[in-house]
């Protein structure tokens, strides 16, 4: 079965990809596969500098991420310009990894950008980690120190709450504790995995 798993930023997403995991599903992360299929010397790499130019390298010859971040967020236009250099990239390279997955098995997809991207009519489910925007504000703000106007930025480049919410067959609410999310979580594992066929945990 594929599913695919989003959310918006500090919504906590990785975290909930971490205990699917460790409920036996195989998780192919986006992120992951984005900085791969851009590191030094691939192809990737280079069709990235031909769309934005070489100020996005650092000096060791490697993509300068917060510099690419600074060029893309709030210009639409070299945003696309990335994202058809990367997204193709992404989606090649987790074909490999979904193909090479056990049988019986959820082969979870983790993409932070799927309604964005319109995916989510590929899966057999999405799975869309939910948390009310001020409670992502705040996370950016309190937990990793950024900028108000920064972290409100990167939350109106996504999709909606509400966008991410239509495209859900499943939505976990993250604004509780630990345990409330690792038990909503192993409820929809123990869904999924009984519509597969497989082995309950």
Known sequence: MRVGLTGGVASGKSTVAAILTDLGAVVVDADVLAREVVARGTEGL????DALGAEVLTDDGDLDRPAVGRLVFGDPERRRA???VVHPR???RAAELESAAPEGVLV??????????????????????D?????????????????????????????T?????????HVI??????????DAVA?????????????RP
């Open 173 to 182: 609410d993250n604004d509780g504790t630990r345990e409330q999310l690792r």
């Open 46 to 49: 280079a069709a990235v500098v």
């Open 131 to 159: 948390v009310p925007v001020e409670v992502q504000l705040a996370r950016m703000t309190t937990d990793r120190g950024m900028d108000p106007a920064d972290a409100r930025a990167r939350v109106e480049a996504q999709a």
């Open 187 to 199: 409820a929809v594992h123990r869904e999924l995995t009984a519509r597969l066929g497989g082995v």
């Open 82 to 84: 990335l994202e058809a």
């Open 108 to 129: 979870v997809h983790d993409i932070p950008l799927l309604v964005e991207t319109g995916q989510a009519r590929e899966f057999d489910a999405v799975l869309v980690v």
């Open 161 to 169: 709450r509400e966008q991410r919410l239509d495209a859900a067959t």
């Open 90 to 92: 992404v989606r090649a």
